[in-house]
Every structure is written in structure tokens, then in C-alpha cells.
């Protein structure tokens, strides 16, 4: 990953997208997230973290790319928007977050955390939520025809490796931790083409 941000530039990363997708605007404008204190696990270069905070949020951002990172905490100074950035691993012990938050999202990162680390990163989250706090999260599905063909795991031509969930999987990792408001397989708009996402919205038990 810091390869990729090193050495692709933003507008030619196949994630970066500076305007967010529909579900994340649509669950700010709908108020099924009203401003709060928010946190992107997985936020690259920090576009929908920027959203947030220009939408009344108080938002913290994280990644484990330190060039990612930088990129983040300067495009959110151009814009003069103020959010707080951080790097950190979420599959590690996240001493460097000192706070909780009402609601946490990561998008398109759960495909780059394979089944065997998953248990410790839902885990995070669910540390890093206040009670009844909300959660987004949005990954590839198996049912999606994109990035090397078919199977749960598959390389991509920047030579990441990513894993492709069923909403069965989903189901089984988020229910000990969350109450499952929402999880569906939906078609999103990616940068080149459309891809099957496996959404799930939830609530900290
Ligand atoms: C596909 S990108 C999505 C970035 C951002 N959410 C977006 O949609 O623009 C996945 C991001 O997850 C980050 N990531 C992967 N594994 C991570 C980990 N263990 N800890 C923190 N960030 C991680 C990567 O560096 C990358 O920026």
C-alpha cells in the first residue's frame, strides 16, 4: 500500500475518489448519522474524512500508510477543513488512538483484512465505538466479476492480494459484537466500473 501511494499518483489510484460515494453521502443527508465524533479505519488520503468534517463531524482518520497519511492531512489543510489524522495498523493494539467515538466506517478496507485477522480487527472497533455507537462497513462481495477473476481470493494488477466475502461471512463475523441493522450485496460506482459491495450498518451491542 505505501508503494501504491508513493508511486501512483492520487488521480490514477483506482479507490481515490474525491467526491464519496452515494451511501456514505445518503447517510449523512438522510440523518441516519447525525454529527458526531467519527472515525475512518482505512481512510487512504482522507477524501470521505474530509466530507465528514466539512458536514459538522468531528472526524479522526487512520491508515497504516504514513505517505497516505501525509496526503490526507494536506489536502484537509488546502481545504481548510479541520480532522485529525492518524497512522496507525488497525489489526494491532491502536495505542495511538486515545478516544472514542459514536460511529465508525471503513470503506473498502475489509477486503485487504483476510478471515484469519478479522475476529481482532472487528474487535477494535468494537473498543474504539461508545455504547450504542453505529458502524459502516463496506467490502468486496464474491459475487463481484471484478479483479482477477473468480474465488475468495484474488490478485490485482497493483499486486495486492484481496479477499471477497460472502453476506453469510459478514453475518457470522459482525453478530457477536453488533446488532445487524442492515447487510445486503449492492452494486457501487467505482472509479472505472461498478462493483458488488457487501454493506452491513450496525450498532454496538
Ligand atoms: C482500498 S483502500 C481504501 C481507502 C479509503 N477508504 C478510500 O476509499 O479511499 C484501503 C486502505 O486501507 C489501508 N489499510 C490496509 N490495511 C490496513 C491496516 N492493517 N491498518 C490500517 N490501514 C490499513 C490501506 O493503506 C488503504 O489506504
Known amino acids: 500500500m505505501e508503494k501504491i501511494y ?25 440523518g ?41 492531512k494536506k489536502s484537509a489543510t488546502e ?23 459514536d460511529f465508525a466506517y471503513d470503506w473498502e478496507l475489509l477486503h485487504h483484512i483476510f478471515p484469519e485477522e478479522r475476529e481482532k480487527y ?19 462481495s ?7 477473476g473468480a474465488g475468495k481470493y484474488r490478485k490485482t494488477p497493483f499486486d495486492t492480494v484481496l479477499y471477497f466475502s460472502s453476506d453469510n461471512e459478514m453475518v457470522n463475523l459482525f453478530q457477536t459484537l453488533f446488532e445487524i441493522e442492515e447487510l445486503k450485496t449492492v452494486t457501487i460506482q ?4 461498478p462493483h458488488k459491495v457487501i454493506y452491513a450498518f450496525l450498532k454496538k451491542r
Open 6 to 30: 508513493r508511486t501512483i499518483s492520487p488521480e490514477k489510484i483506482p479507490w481515490n475518489l474525491e467526491i464519496p460515494p452515494d451511501i456514505i453521502q445518503n447517510i449523512v443527508k438522510s
Open 32 to 72: 441516519r448519522v447525525k454529527p458526531c465524533k467519527a472515525i475512518e479505519l482505512g481512510c487512504g488520503t482522507g477524501n470521505y474524512v474530509i466530507y465528514l468534517s466539512s458536514m459538522d463531524f468531528n472526524t479522526t482518520g487512520v491508515d497504516i500508510s504514513i505517505t497516505a497519511i501525509e496526503m490526507a
Open 79 to 101: 481545504k481548510k477543513i479541520k480532522c485529525n489524522f492518524i497512522t496507525a495498523d488497525v489489526l494491532g493494539e491502536m495505542a495511538e488512538i486515545q478516544s472514542n467515538y
Open 122 to 140: 472487528i474487535t477494535n472497533v468494537y473498543k474504539l465505538l461508545n455504547p450504542g455507537g453505529k458502524y459502516l462497513s463496506v467490502c468486496f
Open 142 to 148: 464474491e459475487k463481484s466479476p471484478q479483479f482477477g
Open 190 to 193: 467505482g472509479k472505472y466500473t
